[in-house]
C-alpha cells in the first residue's frame, strides 16, 4: 500500500491565521518549518513581517483602550505578546538560514567533508558543527549522508554527472545552477530543476 506525502499547508493560510488567531497560527507555522526545507531560508522575512503586522494592532488596540476603554488591553496584550514572539523567531529563522546556507557551501560546491575543516570555516566547535550537520541531515537538507563520528567525516551522495551514453543523443544538456535560497550548486536537466538540497526551484 502506498503513502502520499501530504502537502504542506499553503503559507497564505498560515499568515491569515497568524495575523486572526496567532496562537493557531504559530502551530501551523512550527509545522511547516519542521516539514519544509525552504521554510527556514526563505521565510524569516515573511514571518518577521506578520510579527510587525501583530505589533501594529497591538498599537491600535492600546489606543482604543485609552480613548474608549481599557477592555482593549486583554487583546493589546495578546496580538502584542504574538508579535514580539514572532519576531523573536524570524530573528531566529534568519540566523539559522544564513548558518545552513554556509554549510550547504562548504560541503556541496567546495566538497568539504572534513568535520574539522567545516567547523573551523564555520568558526564553531567540532561538536557544534557535527550537531548542525546531523540535523541538517535529519531536516533533508542532505539526502543519503551520514555522519562518520570515527573519522570525523559527513559522507554525503553526490548526483552523477556523467550522462548514459545510450540517452545522450536525446537527453537535454545537463547545467549547473547555483540555488538563490541555499547556494548549492545542482545539476539541471532541462529549462526547470528542484534544488537537490533545500527543494526550491531552480530555472
Request: charged share 15%; with cysteine; aromatic share 10%.
Given at each position: 500500500?502506498?503513502?502520499?506525502?501530504?502537502?504542506?499547508m499553503a503559507w497564505g493560510v498560515i499568515?491569515?491565521?497568524?495575523?486572526?488567531?496567532?496562537?493557531?497560527?504559530?502551530?501551523?507555522?512550527?509545522?511547516?518549518?519542521?516539514?519544509?526545507?525552504?521554510?527556514?531560508?526563505?521565510?524569516?522575512?515573511?514571518?518577521?513581517?506578520?510579527?510587525?503586522?501583530?505589533?501594529?494592532?497591538?498599537?491600535?488596540?492600546?489606543?482604543?483602550?485609552?480613548?474608549?476603554?481599557?477592555?482593549?488591553?486583554?487583546?493589546?496584550?495578546?496580538?502584542?505578546?504574538?508579535?514580539?514572539?514572532?519576531?523573536?523567531?524570524?530573528?531566529?529563522?534568519?540566523?539559522?538560514?544564513?548558518?545552513?546556507?554556509?554549510?550547504?557551501?562548504?560541503?556541496?560546491?567546495?566538497?568539504?567533508?572534513?568535520?574539522?575543516?567545516?567547523?573551523?570555516?564555520m568558526g564553531v566547535p567540532r561538536n557544534v558543527a557535527m550537531?548542525?550537520?546531523?540535523?541538517?541531515?535529519?531536516?533533508?537538507?542532505?539526502?543519503?549522508?551520514?555522519?562518520?563520528?570515527?573519522?570525523?567525516?559527513?559522507?554525503?551522495?553526490?548526483?552523477?554527472?556523467?550522462?548514459?551514453?545510450?540517452?545522450?543523443?536525446?537527453?537535454?544538456?545537463?547545467?549547473?545552477?547555483?540555488?538563490?535560497?541555499?547556494?548549492?550548486?545542482?545539476?539541471?536537466?532541462?529549462?526547470?530543476?528542484?534544488?537537490?538540497?533545500?527543494?526550491?526551484?531552480?530555472?
Amino acid at each position: 500500500m502506498e503513502h502520499t506525502k501530504s502537502q504542506p499547508m499553503a503559507w497564505g493560510v498560515i499568515i491569515f491565521f497568524l495575523v486572526v488567531f496567532w496562537p493557531l497560527g504559530l502551530f501551523f507555522l512550527f509545522r511547516r518549518l519542521s516539514s519544509d526545507r525552504c521554510a527556514v531560508l526563505k521565510n524569516a522575512r515573511m514571518v518577521s513581517t506578520v510579527s510587525y503586522v501583530l505589533l501594529g494592532i497591538s498599537v491600535i488596540y492600546i489606543i482604543l483602550a485609552f480613548t474608549s476603554g481599557f477592555g482593549y488591553l486583554t487583546p493589546a496584550v495578546l496580538t502584542g505578546g504574538g508579535g514580539f514572539l514572532l519576531n523573536g523567531i524570524s530573528r531566529r529563522m534568519k540566523v539559522t538560514g544564513e548558518r545552513y546556507k554556509k554549510y550547504i557551501v562548504l560541503v556541496v560546491n567546495h566538497s568539504q567533508t572534513s568535520i574539522d575543516a567545516i567547523a573551523s570555516a564555520m568558526g564553531v566547535p567540532r561538536n557544534v558543527a557535527m550537531a548542525d550537520l546531523q540535523e541538517m541531515i535529519k531536516r533533508g537538507y542532505f539526502k543519503g549522508a551520514y555522519i562518520d563520528k570515527a573519522n570525523r567525516e559527513i559522507h554525503i551522495a553526490r548526483p552523477s554527472t556523467q550522462p548514459q551514453q545510450e540517452t545522450q543523443a536525446i537527453m537535454p544538456e545537463k547545467r549547473i545552477v547555483n540555488c538563490q535560497s541555499c547556494g548549492a550548486d545542482n545539476i539541471v536537466v532541462g529549462r526547470f530543476g528542484e534544488c537537490e538540497y533545500c527543494g526550491s526551484l531552480l530555472q
